[in-house]
Every structure is written in structure tokens, then in C-alpha cells.
């Protein structure tokens, strides 16, 4: 095996550690406001958390279309579907069911979801139908838009690397997301998520990423911090100015969003091919990262029973939330996705030895 080869995969496998573990801790954060009564209040008075909820969720989904163009781009039809449904959507599903018990009615008055909505969110359509039949599940909608991407990737892998017919592609599939979208707000009906297309952008670009992260990777760091100086900058101006619905205003929030994120991401790549990290920090990033999506699934549950056993808002509530929560957080989700491996490694083993 080729040692260079060796050791960029090592790189990357820390990039996206260390990405991971980043989009957590912004994850975490943003959320803990709900049950908790001290969070600083200039992150949401000057709409910082909008900034944030972007380049968290943004970034799962530009590692999640890195990742997929760099191991599933060959990929059968089936093969991808089994190992999306397995790797993914069985754990969503037992997400799914919890949260209807616990996060839902504490966030809806009381009131368990309808058959109906649990059933639209099991089918994964609410981003494409959002609120249809109810109020759309806080956070795990994230997975909705994660399989409109896949939808996306396994029709576009093959071309991914034609950066120009790529992004054709792309930008035509954002327009008749716009259109539709507005086609059904005129006549009284929700079609697509409105930051759908923005996640898909992410997405794409995450894709993009992988066929020319060596050019892109050559640039200088002060190029990438100019850039999100820059355009946090605009962002934070155009999130805090009286709002104007016009479409150039809705491009350029869009535009910044995607310039003040992306830089950071490359940034992030840079630093892990050029620096040596302490051996902790690698095990904790690999950890964190390894068991990422469980915490983005099983978060608001954990925290949603935690804040019902200690409603009354105190500082020692924020300590035994914050601190005492994120551990079991962590603890639980790590130990959720070990013992998943170890199932679906069984399933793979028991099915091997049936067809010798």
C-alpha cells in the first residue's frame, strides 16, 4: 500500500473528525436554550444562530456528499438503498418513535403527533411536505433533506467530476425547487422546505469538494479567512436589517450563507494536512464523530426527559442539564452506534454463512 495514500486518508479521516465534533458542539448549544434558562441572549438578538444552524447542519451535509462521493460513487442502485437503510434509516426510524413521546408533545402543548404526520416523517417527506399534517418533528427534519440528497447524489455521481454540466444540474434542480415552492405558497399549499435548496447547495459542493480538494486545498489560508470575514460580515448585516421581501435580498442571504460557511470547511481540511494534533484530541474528535449521528438524532429526546424529571429553571438545572446531560449525550450515542455496528456486523456475518 502506498504510504502518501496512507497518510492522506489519515488526514481526511481527522478533517471530518474534527468537522464533526464541531457541528455537534454548535448543535448542542443551539439547542440546550430550550431547556435551559441561561443561554446568551446576543447569539439569538443579533441572529448569530442563524449563521450557526447553516454552517452546522450545512456542514453534515457537505461531509455527508464528500464522504459518499469518495466510497458509494460505483455503487449498484440496491447495494446504495441497503446500506443508506441500514446505515441510517433504521436508526431514524427508532429516533422517530421516541421523539413522538417525548420531544413532540413537550413541544406541541401536550399533544402526541397524528398517525398521519408520524407516517409522513417515516416516509421522510417533510421537507418536501413540511407541516403537512401537523408540525414538522424539531431537528431530526434534518433526515429528510439527507435523503432528498441521496436522491440527488445517485443521479448526478457519474457527472459530479463535470464541474460545469455539475452545477447546471444543480442550479436547475434549486430553480424548480424555488418555483415550486412559490407556486404552492401563492395557492395556500407548503411544497419544499424553504432552505431546502440552500442544504442542497451543501451538499453539492461537498461532492464538488472531493473531485478537486487538491486545487482548492493550494489556495493560502488568508484567501479562505477573507472570504468568511467578509461575507459573515454581510450575513449578520442582512439578518439584522428591517426585512424586505424581495428576491435579490433572499440571493444574497443565500449567497453569504454559502461564502461565509464553505471557507471554514476548507480551512479545516488545510489545518489537518498541516498539523500535528495531540493524541487526545484525535481519540475525543474520533469518538465524538464516530457516534455523530446518534447525538443529532437522540439529543432533544435525552434533554426532553431530563427537563421533565427537573422542570423548575435554576442555575444548578443549567449544571445538571449542560454538564450531566451532554454526558449522558455522549455516553448514550456512543454506546447506541457500538452496539448497531455490532448488530448490522451480525446480520452481514449470518448472511454470509447462509449463502456458503
Not at 419544499?192 to 440552500?198: A, P, T, Y
Not at 427537563?307 to 455516553?331: C, D, N, P, R, T
Request: include cysteine; proline fraction near 2%.
Amino acid at each position: 500500500m502506498n504510504p502518501n495514500h496512507t497518510d492522506a486518508g489519515r488526514k481526511i479521516n481527522i478533517a471530518v473528525n474534527i468537522l464533526n465534533t464541531l457541528f455537534i458542539v454548535i448543535t448542542l448549544f443551539l439547542h440546550v436554550g430550550l431547556y435551559t434558562s441561561y443561554y446568551p441572549e446576543f447569539v439569538q438578538k443579533y441572529n448569530i444562530n442563524l449563521f450557526l444552524q447553516k454552517l452546522s447542519v450545512g456542514g453534515f451535509l457537505f461531509i455527508s456528499g464528500y464522504k459518499l462521493t469518495m466510497s458509494k460513487a460505483t455503487d449498484s442502485l440496491k447495494n446504495f438503498v441497503i446500506n443508506r437503510f441500514f446505515r441510517v434509516y433504521l436508526l431514524y426510524l427508532l429516533c422517530l418513535i421516541f421523539f413522538s413521546f417525548t420531544v413532540y408533545p413537550d413541544m406541541n402543548g401536550g399533544h402526541l403527533p397524528s398517525y398521519q404526520n408520524f407516517i409522513l416523517h417515516a416516509l421522510c417527506l417533510q421537507s418536501i411536505l413540511p407541516n403537512f399534517f401537523g408540525n414538522n418533528y424539531l431537528t431530526i427534519w434534518f433526515v429528510s433533506v439527507l435523503f432528498y440528497c441521496y436522491f440527488f447524489f445517485f443521479l448526478t455521481r457519474k457527472i459530479a467530476e463535470k464541474t460545469f454540466l455539475f452545477f447546471l444540474i444543480v442550479l436547475l434542480n434549486i430553480f424548480c425547487i424555488f418555483l415550486l415552492h412559490n407556486i404552492g405558497k401563492n395557492n395556500g399549499i407548503d411544497i419544499f422546505q424553504s432552505d431546502l435548496h440552500i442544504y442542497l447547495i451543501f451538499f453539492a459542493l461537498g461532492m464538488s469538494y472531493f473531485h478537486h480538494q487538491k486545487k482548492i486545498d493550494s489556495f493560502p489560508y488568508r484567501y479562505y479567512l477573507c472570504l468568511f470575514c467578509i461575507a459573515f460580515i454581510w450575513l449578520m448585516v442582512l439578518y439584522n436589517m428591517p426585512f424586505i421581501n424581495t428576491w435579490y435580498l433572499s440571493f444574497s442571504k443565500f449567497f453569504f450563507i454559502i461564502i461565509s460557511s464553505i471557507p471554514l470547511y476548507f480551512i479545516i481540511f488545510k489545518i489537518a494536512a498541516d498539523v500535528e494534533f495531540s493524541a487526545l484530541i484525535l481519540k475525543m474528535s474520533a469518538s465524538i464523530s464516530y457516534s455523530s449521528f446518534c447525538i443529532f438524532l437522540f439529543h432533544r429526546v435525552i434533554w426532553s426527559v431530563m427537563a421533565v424529571a427537573w422542570y423548575e429553571k435554576s442555575l444548578y438545572q443549567f449544571l445538571y442539564i449542560v454538564f450531566l446531560g451532554s454526558s449522558v449525550i455522549f455516553l448514550f450515542s456512543y454506546c447506541m452506534q457500538k452496539t448497531y455496528d455490532k448488530l448490522i456486523d451480525y446480520r452481514k456475518r449470518s448472511k454470509s454463512l447462509l449463502q456458503t
